[in-house]
Structures are given as structure tokens and as C-alpha cells.
């Protein structure tokens, strides 16, 4: 005690080392924990695995959001270490979320039965905003599921879903084994901004979609409500190229590459209406690969590009 009084300085600091080597030492020896009991698990014949949770907890980070329309994250689950080693019964489990008051979250369920020769089985989880998010915005969502029978284990996630561009999102949908992957865009903005003056409009006025619905086209051609450029690899994907967006594209921004003596689209860019939805397909050199953004890949195979109405 005499010690301490006299290098209170000295001591103190020693205090917050041991505090910091303890609290990593705990989180340290729960991970541990946690891969043996799954390893103890496994050599019963018990696989609860899934691609997106994880025993330890699998942190995401997202930022295609567009703030205004619910977020739907879909989760699977299966009962394999491999093609021949599976789990020989039917797997019971509960669903959980955890969300802050700025969301509201439902899941698809709240229980559910993974059967032994099925497989895989999945639920969503819909986050929606109480009031809109705006660019730089974000909300941490964490789910989880806790079988019962026949044994009981956790699996987990954490998301960090934010907004990149307020009132845009976009995704890709893929599987294994799938010949083509599609980009689905979403533009929840509900007007139109004048690029070009004409007639009475000068440039930088608001036009609500009723309005620009009485435009001509040659007007329409005038103003826009969101641009996207799309740049991608023609050796990894390439275009489907009858698609309407493709075909109705913007002269700025577009590029080809040569392969093989063919010209392949890598670049190019399109106006997306007001409260409208997208989808644009692409093959894939690949089949085996799996391009599905955000929640398998923490990057878009994609690099979309959006100009928005201010």
C-alpha cells in the first residue's frame, strides 16, 4: 500500500495494462471456447453451419442502402460439413434480432426446423426505417439463431448498414452454378431536375413525375431524376446486350475492350426514372463463382456509379 501512494502514477498505468490484457485475454478465450464446442459438435455428427453467421460472430459492413425503402437481409442455414457428412436428424432452432429504436426489424420467423434431408433452409430479416436515413447514415442490425435440438449452438451476425447515396440502392443476385447474375437498382427519389433549359423550364427546376409524365419525349430527354454509370470487366461478366437500359444509354461515358478480336461493353451509363426499379442481367465467364452483393461479397464485381438530383 506504502508502494502505491508513493507511485500512484506508475501504479495506475500498471491497473489499466492488466485491465487491457484482461478483457483481451477473455474475448481472446471465448473465441477459443467457441471453435472447440463447435469442434466437440462436429465429431457427434452435428453440422449447423451458414454462410453468412458464424459461431464467433461475422461482422458486415453495407453501404447500398438507400435510406427510404426497407433493407431485407436474407440469411441461410444448412446441416453439412460436406456432400456425404450431414447432420443425421432434424435441426430445431430459434431466430432472434437485435435493432435500435431508429428501425423497425421483422423477421420472416422466429423458429423453424432445419429437416435432416433438406438441407439448407434461410429466413429474412426486413429493416425498415422509422424516418429516412441520409447520406452518411447508418444503424447496426445483429441476428442470431440458437438451435435446440439435438444439440444446442449459436450462430451470429453483426451488419453496419449505411447509406452511400441517399434514396439509391442497388444489389447483385447470384449463385453457384447460375449463367448469369442480375443488378437490380432502386431509385426511391420522386421527382425530376432539369438539366437542359427548354420551354419554360430553366436549368436546376423541379419536375414532380406527374408533370414530366406530360412531357414528349424529346422534353423527357431533358431532365433526369438519377445517372448511372457501370464499369465492369468483360472478361469476368459481360453485358446481355439487349437490355433496355443498354439500348436507351447515354453517349458520355461509354467504352468498349477488344478480346479475342470482339468488342465487349465495359463501361456505360443510363438515366433511371423517379420511384422506378431495374435489372440488368450479365453472363458470367465463371459459373462456379458467386457475385452476390453486399451480404457473400464485401465488394461489388460492379463498380456502379449514381448521380442523383440534388
Given amino acids: 500500500m506504502h508502494f502505491i501512494r508513493k507511485h500512484r502514477k506508475i501504479s495506475i498505468i500498471v ?21 472447440v464446442n463447435n469442434y466437440i459438435l462436429e465429431t457427434k455428427g452435428f453440422y449447423f453451419n451458414s454462410t453468412v453467421l458464424n459461431v464467433n460472430d461475422k461482422g458486415y459492413s453495407i453501404s447500398n442502402w438507400n435510406g427510404v425503402d426497407s433493407y431485407t437481409l436474407t440469411i441461410d442455414l444448412n446441416n453439412r460439413k ?14 432472434y434480432a437485435n435493432c435500435p429504436n431508429t428501425v423497425t426489424c421483422v423477421l420472416s420467423k422466429t423458429e423453424s426446423v432445419l429437416y435432416e434431408n433438406d438441407h439448407t433452409d434461410s429466413y429474412q430479416l426486413i429493416v425498415t426505417p422509422v424516418s429516412p436515413f441520409g447520406s452518411g447514415d447508418e444503424v447496426t442490425i445483429n441476428t442470431y439463431v440458437e438451435s435446440t435440438s439435438p444439440y444446442k449452438k449459436r450462430l451470429s451476425a453483426t451488419y453496419k448498414i449505411g447509406v452511400e447515396k441517399s434514396k439509391f440502392s442497388y444489389e447483385i443476385v447470384d449463385a453457384p452454378y447460375e ?35 406530360t412531357l414528349t419525349p424529346a422534353e423527357q430527354a431533358n431532365c433526369y431524376s438519377a445517372i448511372v454509370t457501370l464499369t465492369f470487366d468483360p472478361t469476368v461478366v459481360f453485358l446481355d446486350m439487349t437490355d433496355d437500359d443498354y439500348l436507351h444509354r447515354l453517349s458520355t461515358n461509354y467504352q468498349e475492350q477488344t478480346i479475342n478480336g470482339f468488342n465487349y461493353v465495359k463501361k456505360f451509363s443510363f438515366k433511371v426514372n423517379a420511384t422506378s426499379t431495374s435489372t440488368i442481367m450479365f453472363y458470367k465467364n465463371d459459373i462456379t463463382a458467386n457475385y452476390t452483393y453486399p451480404i457473400v461479397n464485401n465488394s461489388s464485381i460492379i463498380q456502379v456509379d449514381v448521380n442523383t438530383v440534388s
Avoid at 483481451?24 to 471453435?35: A, C, D
Avoid at 432502386?186 to 432539369?194: C, D, F, K, P, S
Fill in 179 to 213: 449463367k448469369y447474375l442480375k443488378l437490380n437498382l432502386t431509385n426511391a427519389i420522386t421527382y425530376y431536375e432539369v438539366e437542359t433549359a427548354f420551354g419554360s423550364y430553366s436549368v436546376g427546376d423541379v419536375i414532380k413525375i406527374e408533370d414530366y409524365a
Fill in 82 to 95: 460436406s456432400e456425404s457428412r450431414y447432420t443425421k436428424a432434424d435441426i430445431n432452432y430459434n431466430i
Fill in 15 to 35: 491497473l489499466l495494462i492488466l485491465i487491457i490484457f484482461l478483457g483481451v485475454g477473455l474475448v481472446f478465450s471465448r473465441y477459443v471456447l467457441n471453435l
